[in-house]
């Protein structure tokens, strides 16, 4: 379907919803709905406009610059804002194109990052530590809310696993591209040869689950109750309070001990249960969507290596897009926006190969 019939099919649902809801006879429920799609449809309308203006104010022009009985004055005004409008259409089809292909529906809600240590012993449980504080930053300067859910330290300031919720304005659509291997390259403050090591973590970003999106059955979950321990094995509390959740037909278990309360663990875990059950369900549908993986950024493999993070020489390198910046300690700082924001226009660029 060529770009023309895409925009003639927009505004003739656009017209035809206007006209629906104009009807008497129409439902509270079935107005409810076709005003969402209206609305949802208004931007996409008025960027159709606006490019179908500039367009029609550019074939005036060329029709004014053929025109031979015009005096020299009005042609070169002419073909100056012919000109001008030449360089902006490209622009606005661009735009229009954007806003046509679906976003992910998920785009706009908040997520649960986990950080987990990869192979590298106490420097990978260090890195993982430096990345879970990296977003932490990078969440303080979004200002978004970020609350740490559980964090399983190795008391000497490294993380085997640590997960967080993390709310607020796109938050999953400006995360999802985080899920991967990320691998450092630096000499571990317990090297005394001063060798280079590399180690590396792995992140995951799911976007959190609503109660439509997964129905847990309870006869699907043993739940079983432990005494919550501090690192090195000692006791934090005398009762009963942590929480393991076992999904038995997926195998998930999801363990929670931050909290004092044996309701509030168990609460967590669960949240973290539906959203790993949630991303399960939307990859298992990306794959059969995309058998060849090569209509996004990267494989969407969370064993994929996607970062590399090389201290000696202050680099943080991209492998999905080949993007190397010489900025290692303003990036773990949480300024992540030129990368992510990289990312996301490799993702516009695969995206809009759909219309093309």
Do not use: C
Not at 38 to 67: K, T, Y
Not at 200 to 213: G, L, R, W
Not at 280 to 285: F, L, P
């Amino acid at each position: 379907m060529s770009l023309q019939e895409h925009l003639s099919r927009v505004t003739a649902r656009y017209e035809e919803l206007q006209h629906l809801m104009g009807e008497s006879g129409v439902s509270g429920d079935e107005y409810t709905r076709l005003s969402k799609e209206f609305s949802d449809l208004a931007p996409i309308n008025a960027a159709i406009e606006a490019l179908q203006a500039a367009e029609r104010e550019a074939g005036d022009l060329a029709q004014m610059i053929a025109d031979a009985d015009i005096d020299s004055d009005m042609r070169a005004m002419a073909e100056e804002e012919f000109t001008a409008l030449k360089e902006k259409i490209p622009d606005l089809e661009r735009h229009v194109k954007l806003m046509m292909v679906p976003r992910d529906e998920v785009d706009d809600r908040n997520a649960i990052l986990e950080v987990r240590a990869g192979t590298g012993g106490d420097e990978a449980a260090l890195f993982a530590a430096d990345l879970f504080r990296m977003y932490q930053r990078y969440a303080d300067r979004m200002d978004w809310k970020f609350e740490i859910i559980h964090l399983h330290d190795t008391g000497i300031g490294g993380a085997k696993e640590a997960v967080a919720e993390i709310a607020g304005k796109e938050v999953f659509r400006r995360l999802k591209f985080e899920s991967g291997v990320h691998r450092v390259q630096r000499v571990p403050v317990t090297e005394s040869g001063g060798r280079i090591h590399t180690s590396a973590a792995t992140v995951a970003v799911m976007p959190e689950a609503e109660d439509v999106d997964v129905h847990i059955e309870d006869k699907d979950l043993r739940i079983d109750t432990f005494r919550a321990q501090g690192a090195g094995g000692q006791h934090v509390n005398t009762t009963d309070s942590a929480v393991r959740i076992t999904h038995l037909p997926s195998g998930l278990v999801v363990s929670q001990q931050d909290a004092k309360s044996q309701h509030k663990n168990k609460a967590k875990a669960l949240k973290i249960l539906r959203a790993r059950l949630f991303d399960m369900e939307r990859e298992r549908q990306h794959s059969e969507r995309a058998q060849n993986r090569k209509d996004q950024v990267g494989s969407g493999d969370r064993s994929e290596r996607i970062r590399t993070y090389n201290f000696p020489e202050r680099r943080v390198t991209d492998h999905r897009i080949g993007l190397t910046l010489h900025v290692l300690d303003s990036f773990l700082d949480g300024d992540l926006d030129e990368v992510i924001d990289a990312l996301l226009s490799e993702d516009d660029a695969h995206r809009l190969a759909v219309l093309e």
